[in-house]
């Protein structure tokens, strides 16, 4: 990028709207966070860029929400409920999701992509949540800790939103660092790796789920080894609830060094792209060849934006710890549960995984909701308060929505106490989340 500058003049621009509660992104963390809010009886704006909801569940698309169960030989036990649940049942009701997909000491669901952007447009319409579609959140005026103008753009021109508490779900924390909360980019600038994710079809599923996991990834270590340049060996690949779909977590985006793209600069971001797309195709062509059940099977689409597992993680008051993920740690002011295991898509052709004891989970304290220097905002998702390592497993969407949920709750209780956002009653908190069904203390 040039490093000329010009000067933008000053102007006026109209006022969009005076929310009690703006929620900007809205994947699964913005989604349960709207919905929380306005449950609670705040007035909210939610504004996303794409033209409908789901974030990296239903733009990106995935193969499985994870995170939903500490793990068991025998028993899987649900930590994460409440809104997620209700995605869930919303989802069951259009026949979009299997039962639990079970391998090594992880579980997840499969479920459709495409049916997340109607059940969440339902969702938002149940709670009374404004959605504004294809609006980019730009930038932010700060008075006094407080993000006091949230300045969007759109097709019809550049708008002032002037709200009363933020919750940031952009998944990359786009306000809490414009507006001057101290973050880290992945650790130390280096974040996970990207990957395109795609879906193939028509797949003789049958005949494909008769291999294990291990068997798929010593086949792709074969067709490494025979002089092709896949970039994994460690694919997952779900059966999709629609007959002969599999969706594919294969590609591993890098540099032409071998280090992550930083996915927050739009040049890097651009090429990530392209090499994501070229390395889908790629795959096609060796899992046609090479897969059983796969011979006729073609890519049928690919995510509408390349997968981002990590940017920019925000500072709150607590930073979560990988061996606080680990170790199942369970503070006071726990406000969600997670038992994902650390998955660390990082150099190798092998993804990294460290699990948590059988049965075993964590709480997420509230802390990591809660950016330093700030009084009026709260993140959740993918960029809440963490370490690299951590957030290799918090950021999988059922705890994602939990957190979510966790701060629409709050966003409502600071504006009825009229206190700042991490001035609340934790506990009051964890009362309104238990009564609405969340879990905070799983049944094992
Ligand atoms: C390749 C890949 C594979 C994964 N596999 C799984 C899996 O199998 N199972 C699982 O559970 N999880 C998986 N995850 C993780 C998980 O999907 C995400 O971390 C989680 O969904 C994050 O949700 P979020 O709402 O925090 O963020 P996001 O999903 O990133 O949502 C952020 C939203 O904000 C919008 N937005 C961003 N910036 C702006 C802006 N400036 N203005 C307006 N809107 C904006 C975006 O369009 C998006 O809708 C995977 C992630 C990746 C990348």
Redesign the pocket.
Known sequence: MSAKTVREPARDIPVLAEPDVLV???????IAAAAAAARAGAKVLL????GFL????S??T??????IWAVRPDELIPVVDGLFGQLVDRLRKRDAVTGPRRWSQAA?LPYDPTSVRLVADEMMAAYGVEVLFH???ADVAVEDGRVGTVYVENKGGRFAVRPRMVID????G?IAARAGAPFELGSGGITQF??S?FRMAPVDVETFCKLSRDDVSARMGEIVAGGTPLPRTMVALYPNPIEGVVHL?ATRVAREDGEPFDLTDPVQLSEAEREGRRQAYLYESVLREHMPGFSRARIVDIGAQI???ETRLVKGDHVLTAEEVLGGAKPDDGIACNAWPVEVHAQGLKTVWKFLEPGEYCRIPYGCLTPLALRNVLV????ASSTHEAQASI????P?MGM?EAAGIAAAMALEANCDSRAIQVGTLQEALRREGAILEPKG
């Open positions: 900007a992104g809205g994947g699964v963390a913005g504004l996303e860029r794409w789901g974030g990296t569940v733009a990106v995935l193969g499985g929400f994870c995170g997840s609006t980019w959140v779900c952009t998944g990359d786009d990207g990957s994710m977590n997968g981002i597992r959740a998702g993918r960029c950021r999988v969407s059922a994602s979510g």
